[in-house]
């Protein structure tokens, strides 16, 4: 997974239950966090930037996975337009650009 990139793009993962969608994304970067095999990145927009802020059920995790060297980006407009720039905990706030040429880079793009 070296040059893979990870997108997630809703507060959760998965159609249906908003609720379920917390507890799949959860267990994913938990598990996702306990791996030797990381990705380059994780790409957060739309409503999935509200993962990497205050109150997120997974902000440790990403911290975790983080400081094991992942690169977490987190869309600028997105965290704009839901009132969420001062809230950022963890990663770096990020253009679209950026996000573009990440996955021009990637070999591997995988979206939650």
Known sequence: ??????????????????ELGVVLVTNYLNLLSQEDNLPHFIAFYNSGIKLVCTKSPVIDILRNIEAKGVKLIACKTCLNHFGLSEKMEVGIAASMMDIIDLQKKADKVINL
């Open 1 to 18: 997974m070296k040059n893979t990139l990870i997108q997630i793009t809703q507060n959760g993962m998965g159609r249906g239950s908003e």
